[in-house]
């Protein structure tokens, strides 16, 4: 046996060990021996190691009154932390810490211009990093890596982001800049995947699940027996220009017909309910969220009619993936009340393999900002190999 593959199963073993008592307190080792399937000497071993770097916390468990008492282990949660970066909105740079356990400790957010560069914007994230969220940080606080969300797909092939939302990270190698930037790893991802991911470690009941995310764009993200379904480049779950929208609509993007984004993003509402895309999007949104709360008519016909073509997204994705449960997120699921009749007819009347019992369960999900943050944080931190 080579000495890499030794080190191989090492790191593999103390990956292990750390997912196992990333959410626990108090873990004795043979527990850990249980759930990871290592033997007690391999555990016993790696936990001294990892106790002596002060990775993982050694105390007594009193509990027990009669001969020796044993040891358990608690990950230092709060010591090793991840910077996320959520880009998914124009102009707009959400900045967040996350514990070890992916709670939130520190979040902010900022603006940045129009004119500003990816070099530019990373620059930026990093400043307000160290201006306003590092000092609230304990001293010995490590960073272990650094994930940026984007409205894209990363092209894991090419190392580029394409089909990009907003167009300035067209084409860019984001997981460079970042990383040149920061002088950490960097995990690049979308917002639908990266909420994908959220739901299932938050959601330990749900294995299958598809997530779909319109705001900017409109994607999914897939979980098939608890994996991340990413593709041979990074592109599976890309449904954007899937023909089973608006048949009359030409697609800004691939300029043809009938693309499910032109109907479910921010630019596809507008265009249906005001008949341009002209304006201040901000604006314009607002309003014609408030005609829906008013129930304007034309309102109430623009989300009827698209709720159709959510329906057939949705029928779609259950066929494909036969999931336990579909999550609409981003920025419909306020919309989804007004959607859901017109969306469910169409379920209801495609899906005919499935009986109410069986078919995916659908959820709006107004909490994707928060997800998207989860998301980066659970990724590193399932990843991460301390040494
Ligand atoms: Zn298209």
Known sequence: ???????????????????????????????????TELSVATVSNLCNDLAARNILIESKNDGLSVGRTP????????????????????????????????????????????????????????????????????????????????SAIYDTSHSKLVCCAIPVFEEKDLKKITEKEFGLTAYIDNEANLCAIAANASEAEYEDIVYIHASEGVGTGIIQHGRLLQGHNGYAGEIS?????????????????????????????????????RGKREERWKEFLEAVEAKKEKALKVTEETGTYLGRLVSVLIYLFDPQVVYIGGNIPVLYP?????????VRGRCVLWDENSIAKILPDLTSNERIIIGISERICSKWLPY
Not at 123 to 141: F, I, T
């Open 1 to 35: 046996m080579k000495v890499t593959d030794i080190l191989g199963i090492r790191e593999q073993n103390i990956a292990s060990i750390i997912n196992a008592v990333r959410f626990k307190s108090g873990i004795s080792k043979k527990q850990i021996a249980e759930e």
């Open 241 to 277: 220009h899937m023909p089973i929208g608006r048949p009359d609509r030409k697609c800004k993007v691939c300029g043809r017909y009938g693309c499910i984004e032109s109907d479910l993003s921010i630019d596809g509402f507008l265009l249906s309910y005001f008949g341009n895309n």
């Open 71 to 150: 040891s358990v282990y608690t990950f230092n949660v709060e010591r090793y932390c991840v910077l996320a970066i959520n880009l998914q909105l124009r102009n707009v740079m959400y900045l967040a810490i996350t514990n070890f356990r992916n709670e939130i400790i520190l979040e902010k957010e900022y603006k940045y211009s129009d004119n500003a560069g990816v070099e530019e914007i990373m620059h930026e994230a990093r400043v307000h990093y160290e201006e306003d969220l590092k000092p609230g940080l304990r001293d010995d606080a490590v960073i272990i890596g650094v994930g940026v969300a984007v």
């Open 338 to 346: 007004y959607m859901k009749e017109s969306m469910m007819k169409e």
